[in-house]
């Protein structure tokens, strides 16, 4: 269920709002005169939110470009190529 509070407690109650974003990693939404206004939520719960949204928009680019191409890759080759960009990158700090 949401959390939803008046932008008021955030001056007023700003440690019980702190609490329930830290426990729950739930935000929680602020309304100014009955209507939403804005959210608050921890930097670990943000920091989850953008890792999530990284890896949709990049399986959807991958998905938008296997529509695009016939072209298919054996997991062999993938992890051939892994294990050769990261050997070129450990050579490249030595």
Do not use: C, Q
């Amino acid at each position: 269920m949401p959390h939803i509070r008046p932008v008021s407690d955030l001056r007023n109650k700003f440690s019980e709002i702190s609490k329930i974003v830290h426990e729950t990693s739930e935000p929680v939404f602020l309304t100014k005169n009955g209507h939403g206004d804005m959210v608050v939520m921890s930097i670990e719960a943000y920091e989850r939110k953008l890792f999530g949204n990284e890896i949709y928009f990049k399986l959807k680019e991958a998905e938008l470009e296997a529509k695009s191409t016939d072209k298919r890759y054996s997991l062999e080759e993938v992890f051939s190529d892994l294990k050769a960009r990261i050997a070129d990158k450990k050579e490249k700090r030595e």
